[in-house]
């Protein structure tokens, strides 16, 4: 299984950035998918996630400000960001569960500036 995130970089505080992930390798429309989060000397922490049923859950950090969605034509999953803040800057990592493992995309950064 394959992850590849894209769509970080710098913005300005209050704008927005939507991140993608493109899935390879599992039957995607199956898999639980989420986003997560490591900011400089912290944890790394879940932004958001969904089922394949499509239920989602947000950090309360970022409830009513971010999306998560999920294309599974286009096996890709996604983090609309709305009114970003500056301590929303970090490494944002997309995540799958298949057969019982995780797997990981690298990472793409996105770096709010005040």
């Known amino acids: 299984v394959q992850l590849q995130a894209s769509g970080g970089g710098l913005v300005q505080t209050g704008n927005s950035r939507r991140l993608s992930c493109k899935v390879s390798?599992?039957?995607?429309?199956?898999?639980?998918i989420a986003w997560y989060r490591q900011a400089p000397e912290k944890q790394r922490e879940l932004v958001a996630d969904?089922?394949?049923?499509?239920?989602?859950n947000y950090a309360d950090s970022v409830t009513g400000r971010f999306t998560i969605e999920r294309d599974n034509v286009r096996n890709t999953m996604y983090l609309q960001m709305n009114n970003l803040k500056p301590e929303d800057s970090a490494v944002y990592y997309c995540?799958?569960?298949?057969?019982?493992?995780?797997?990981w995309g690298r990472g793409t950064l996105v770096t709010v500036s005040s």
């Open positions: 969904m089922d394949s049923g499509g239920t989602r």
């Open positions: 390798g599992a039957v995607f429309r199956l898999t639980p």
């Open positions: 995540n799958v569960r298949w057969r019982s493992r995780d797997f």
